[in-house]
């Protein structure tokens, strides 16, 4: 047996019942075969088995008092996945259905992110199953000072260094961020996704979604086209999406759809994002609201409808697994040229098979939301060097790196004989650095 198969049917029985972080390793290790089989040296260094398993995984509880006096608990997660090329670095996310495979998921799938971006930072990620849906700030605020609480004495500026992820936005991270900063009395840059106010960077928030509208721009104009007039949909209504909308519009494009976890809205006249914003961002409302807005618009219960409106460029940003098989061929009925993700992993294995068997240009999340933890990158750049940039400044770096990022993975691609496969592309340049480093460090 193959030492890419036989290391991924170890993984699956290591590590039963993990099926996102099964998916996320098959995604990867599949495509790794040409460039472990270049460098045998790998296999005797035992160099993919150390690659899957995380340096350290810390799980602990999570108590606090609801507005009714009742005690609650939560299981809280931190994943120090890989640390060779940099400080861990990777979100964490509040939601529901957060398990341990899904932060393994995430955080395999961040160290080859963040090696990508070019940048000295190594991958993690964590969260909890808390909701903060419904929840009031002083019940989001005890919930984000009992996870501090613990979390506190695992992190730190140089070793590990959390950001936003979903459920946690502005306001998780700057609880998060005054409990920390009480318990150690530092005021450093141990989060990212700080407020302006005490250390965060401009363009932080709104460069993931920035970020995957200039790696498609950069696609498009490789093929002598750009974003002007074409028709976008875009899943999901929070920070990624939002500004994901936003650049897109200014760049000429017309986004049609949008979604959150109840249904879509379909606006042939182009979303009116001011009226998401309200909602979204101010209300923490749903996105039904819209249609009394906006009259001429259509709400559809369920979200799944949603790939079937035709586009010429879909960006997934809402959450894992949203496209399916059936979804993609919609998609590629309908049209569909582009598919970014600005999710993580938002499409299935199937579903990125029908779109590169019919020449759609796929980016994978990996390469294509890499904006916002490169900016993460730049806020801790300037927390420490105590430098603060303005927007052109951090926007103009942000957008140079996802040029980069688009021309590494073009060129693996290329290189390895798989052209315009990007997943093959931006799974071999990112691996290629961390195997350096870890093969550098010895067997650690
Ligand atoms: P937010 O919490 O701001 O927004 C998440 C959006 O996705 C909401 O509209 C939410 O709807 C929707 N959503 C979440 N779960 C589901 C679901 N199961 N089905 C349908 N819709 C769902 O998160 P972000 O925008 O920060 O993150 C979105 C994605 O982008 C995630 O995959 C995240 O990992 C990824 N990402 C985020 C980065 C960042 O900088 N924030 C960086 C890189 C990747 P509702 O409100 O109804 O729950």
Known sequence: MKYVE??????????????????????????LSPIVEKHPEYEAAGLLERFVEPERIIMFRVPWVDDSGKVNINKGYRVQFNSAIGPYKGGLRFHPSVNLSIIKFLGLEQILK????????????????????????????????????????????DTD?????????????GFLFGQYKRICAEHVG?????????GGSLVRKEATGYGLVYIVEEALKARGESLNNKKVIISGSGN?????CEKAQSLGAKVVAMYDSDGYVYDANGINLAVIKEI???RRGRIKEYTQKVKSAIYTEGCKGIWTIPCDIALPCATQNEIDADSASALVKNG????????NMPSTLEAIEVFQNNKVVFLPAKAANAGGVATSA????????????????????????????????????????????????????????VAAAMMAHGVV
């Open 6 to 31: 036989k290391v991924l049917e170890d993984l699956k029985k290591r590590n039963p019942n993990e099926p996102e972080f099964h998916q996320a390793a098959t995604e990867i290790l599949t495509t």
């Open 114 to 157: 963040n090696s990508l971006t070019g940048l000295p930072i190594g991958g993690g990620k964590g969260g909890s199953d808390f909701d903060p849906k419904g929840k009031s700030d002083r019940e989001v605020m005890a919930f984000c000072q009992s996870f501090m609480t613990e979390l506190y004495r695992h992190i730190g500026a």
């Open 161 to 173: 260094v959390p950001a936003g992820d979903i459920g946690v936005g502005a306001r998780e991270i």
């Open 190 to 198: 141990v989060l990212t996704g700080r407020g302006l106010a005490y």
């Open 240 to 244: 990624v999406a939002i500004y994901a």
């Open 280 to 282: 979204k961002e101010i």
């Open 336 to 343: 569909v040229k582009y598919v970014a993700e600005g999710a």
């Open 378 to 433: 730049l806020e801790m750049a300037q927390s420490s060097g105590r430098m603060f940039w303005s927007f052109e400044e951090v926007d103009e770096k942000l957008k140079n790196i996802m040029i980069n990022i688009y021309h590494n993975i073009d060129d693996a691609a290329k290189e390895y004989g798989y052209e315009g496969n990007y997943v093959m592309g931006a799974n071999i340049a990112g691996f290629l650095k």
